[in-house]
């Protein structure tokens, strides 16, 4: 029976246990199973290669992004790494130009030194990407919305253009679930989560999920999450499934929550400008409506000169100044000092991320109160 998304967050992957009749897949909290005799196991082996509950998941995130083969790890970054070890010394990465604080730091600090590099790029900007994908790149790397500044990249258009040239697109659909985006269906060749996120959604349990519709580039990748060996634990799966369950719910309340604070700030005096692809003056507003069913609960802006942005975060009573996104909570943080500071400060000012910008992630409170919240302590921290 073929499902729609929201009956697919609850009964996608391997729904419940045949066994007893448990409506949830059981914590398979094992690191071995016992084996009939030599050669003769029953599907599973060792956790680190496999285990039930991670199994279950693995399964859930590629029946939700419309893929083949899904891989959990143990942190978002932890995916990275070993989506990063499909290369070798001498091959290169063309890479948005606002990305993940993590992501750069991991290309710059520790792939650089195993002799893979990476160009930074405006991937919103077709010409330039195009440009940019010379012999000795074997990847475009994209987030869209990037972070923090929401930029969006046309998926459909740049997976063309990197497969014309032999490439792969790997896409972080971290920002949008496969709830609002599906890049596997656009093209993108690797999908790489965030899981901490949206997808876990209570700001309780740390993952990473790696999705892949091409068998070899599958079995490649499954090699190396046995060999590097980051994978998630069967505690961790089962907090991530049970996220997963009501993704859909939560997601539009976070998204409705966010076009409304968004239209907010932008009509008011107290910010000098918004990032938010669910705007219509947002640069890429049509993209966005064209390739996702949302703009998502993610939203950038940079503080007007007249108000003082520590004192904003001292002021807030009920958004909360903390690192990472995506949970029901609402939080706040200073890019520029927290979440991308491992970009050195030229290329931060470069792009836009400069010391006024405030990056929210909207939760599921109620809108009125997180705008107020907003309100007095911007007044607050109003210089003179």
Known sequence: MSLNINSLLIHGGIDGDETTGAVNVPIYQTSTYKQDGLGKDRGWEYSRTGNPTRAALEKLIADLEQGKYGLAFASGLAAI????????????????????????????????????????????????????????????????????????????????????????????????????????????????????????????????????????????????????????????????????????????????????????????????????????????????????????????FVLDEKYDYRKFFENLKLITLAESLGGVESLVCHPATMTHAAIPADIRKKVGIVDELIRFSVGIEDADDLIEDLKQAIEASKKG
């Not at 012999?135 to 923090?148: G, H, L, R």
């Not at 590097?228 to 991530?240: E, N, T």
């Not at 966010?258 to 692809?277: R, T």
């Open 81 to 300: 790494s070993t989506v990063l070890s499909l290369f070798k010394s001498g091959d290169k990465l063309v890479v948005s130009d606002n990305i993940y604080g993590g992501t750069f730091r991991i290309l710059d600090n520790v792939f650089k030194n195993f002799g893979i590099t990476y160009e930074i790029v405006n991937t919103s900007d077709l010409e330039k990407t195009e440009k940019a994908i010379t012999d000795d790149v074997k990847a475009v790397y994209v987030e869209s919305p990037a972070n923090p500044l929401l930029t969006v990249t046309d998926i459909e258009t740049v997976a063309k253009i990197a497969h014309k040239h032999d490439k792969l697109l790997i896409v972080d659909n971290t920002f949008l679930t496969p709830y609002l985006q599906r890049p596997l269906t656009l093209g993108a060749d690797i999908v790489i989560h965030s899981g901490t996120k949206y997808l876990g959604g209570h700001s309780d349990t740390v993952s990473g999920q790696v999705v892949v519709n091409d068998k070899a580039l599958a079995d490649r990748l499954y090699y190396l999450q046995n060999a590097i060996g980051g994978v998630l634990g069967p505690w961790d799966s089962f907090l991530v499934i049970r996220g997963i369950k009501t993704l859909g719910v939560r997601m539009d309340r976070h998204v409705a929550n966010a076009g409304k604070i968004a239209k907010w700030l932008e009509s008011s005096e107290y910010v000098s400008k918004v990032y938010y692809p669910g705007l219509e003056s947002d640069p890429g507003y049509e993209v966005q409506k064209k390739q996702a069913d949302g703009a998502g609960a993610m939203i950038s």
